[in-house]
């Protein structure tokens, strides 16, 4: 079964400072990856997503993200982090070619300290 | 409206009650999908819609869980006989279609607590 790993379950970073997000899958084939952001009392939403093409990918609010099929990676950086930033972000993936079901990871909870 | 509208957006119900939760999606959006976000479980799939039918269901943890949708636009998600471990966020979504062409767009979700 595909399965998501997010290593890092709360990360603090000073305003300013760069920021990496780690994601790890688990699929046989190509995936469709995903990064949502939570903010508190709100909805999932986009910041990016892969299906094809050139594996680094730009996203909203000045998010990137990188796919590397050789570590089964999809991390998301910024490289410079706001206050506004401060969230709970999650790393999904289309599960078993089904085209419509998001696999999820457990999230990982960012604090940006000024 | 604009994006995809739940109610209500907060819900206290007694264990033994039914619940029912409701999804607007965005206009013309095809496809419907309930997630339950819960602090051990993380989120998880619970169905997916499309139209008005479901070809997916298996993600509905027991037969007290059920959703139905009509006129291929608002859809329910009814909780019967409600158990303290159903406490969690039901949060709803839509897509013009499936995945790899269309982006998911998320409400804000159903904060159910069972006391």
């Known amino acids: 079964a595909q399965s998501v790993t997010q290593p890092d379950i709360h990360i603090t970073v000073s305003e300013g400072a760069s920021l990496e997000l780690r994601c790890n899958y688990s699929y046989g084939a190509t995936p469709y990856l995903f990064w949502y952001v939570q903010s508190p009392g709100q909805g999932l939403q986009l910041l990016l997503k892969y299906f094809s093409g050139d594996t680094l990918v730009q996203g909203i609010k000045g998010f990137e993200a990188e796919f590397k099929r050789s570590q089964s990676s999809f991390n998301l950086r910024k490289p410079s982090v706001h206050w506004s930033d401060a969230a709970e972000y999650f790393c999904?993936?289309?599960?078993?070619?089904?085209?419509?079901?998001?696999?999820f990871g457990k999230g990982t909870l960012l604090t940006v300290n000024p | 409206g604009a994006g995809v509208s739940q109610s209500p957006s907060n819900k206290v119900t007694e264990k033994g009650k039914d619940v029912e939760l409701r999804c607007d999606p965005i206009?013309?959006?095809?496809?419907l999908y309930w997630y339950r976000q819960s602090l051990g479980q993380g989120l998880e799939f619970l169905i997916y819609f499309q139209g008005n039918s479901a070809p997916d269901k298996s993600g509905l943890p027991s037969d007290r869980f059920s959703a139905e949708r009509t006129g291929g636009s608002v859809s329910t998600l009814t909780i019967q006989r409600t158990q303290q471990e159903d406490s969690a966020v039901y949060l709803c979504a839509s897509s013009g279609g499936q995945i790899s062409g269309n982006t998911i767009y998320f409400g804000e979700g159903s904060w159910l607590t069972v006391v």
């Open positions: 206009s013309g959006h095809t496809a």
């Open positions: 999904a993936v289309v599960s078993g070619g089904s085209n419509y079901k998001l696999t």
